[in-house]
């Protein structure tokens, strides 16, 4: 199976300063025919279900905000929140689907400091 | 607008068979990967397993001896069997549509979880 760590486990950031997340894969997730990181960044907020924010690694989902972003290639991924809102409080998680067993990172919490 | 919900018993014993339906309002099940996934109480999420339209499955190898998902396409629903079930399949259990992944294979559309607790 392919294993998802991310780190830090927990961040605490000012409101308007940046969050980076970071997720590192134990093999390449690029699918090499179509040149996509099979990689998922999502939301999860208590008491809701999760949220996707970025998938294929750097591409924005529909209606997410665009203080979110994605980047990386290959087994190094970051999500960054430029500036963050006191609702970007949640925990984070990459996924990956590239093999037959797919796989979260084990989450990042949020908070405001 | 598609909808997912689950339903189910929320209390489970031990070494009993856990089994919850998701019903699927909004579409048809046709194109589509459909997914169980599990959070324990202060854990992170666990991808459970798939079964498509076409009745293929495929399950995390963690729990492939314990799970059958199935799917009933005339009803529009999908189901969880997890047998022998312990303390630590305590979860929330959502089910979710998942997208081909040439189309980005996100989690797009999610129910709102139910939560399944084992006990005696």
């Known amino acids: 199976d392919i294993v998802m760590t991310q780190s830090p486990d927990s961040l605490a950031v000012s409101l308007g300063e940046r969050a980076t997340i970071n997720c590192k894969s134990s093999q390449s997730i690029l699918y090499s025919s179509n040149n996509k990181n099979y990689l998922t960044w999502y939301q999860h907020k208590p008491g809701q279900p999760p949220k996707v924010l970025i998938y294929w690694a750097t591409t924005r989902g529909s209606g997410v905000p665009d203080r979110f972003s994605g980047s990386g290639s290959g087994t190094d991924f970051t999500l960054t929140i430029s500036s963050l809102q006191a609702e970007d409080v949640a925990v984070y998680y990459c996924h990956q689907y590239y093999g037959t067993t797919w796989t979260f990172g084990q989450g990042t919490k949020v908070e405001i400091k | 607008q598609v909808q997912l919900r689950e339903s189910g018993p929320g209390l489970v014993k031990p070494s009993e068979t856990l089994s919850l339906t998701c019903t699927v309002s909004g579409d048809s099940t046709s194109g589509y990967y459909w997914n169980w996934i599990r959070q324990p109480p202060g854990k992170g999420l666990e991808w459970i397993g798939y079964?498509?339209?076409?009745?293929?499955?495929n399950y995390n190898p963690s729990l492939k001896s314990r799970v059958t998902i199935s799917i009933d396409t005339s009803k529009n629903h999908f189901s969880l069997e997890l047998s022998s079930v312990t303390a630590a399949d305590t979860a929330v259990y959502y089910c979710a549509r998942r997208i081909p992944a040439s189309a980005g294979g996100i989690f797009d559309i999610w129910g709102h979880g139910t939560m399944v607790t084992v006990s005696s």
């Open positions: 079964v498509n339209n076409l009745g293929s499955t």
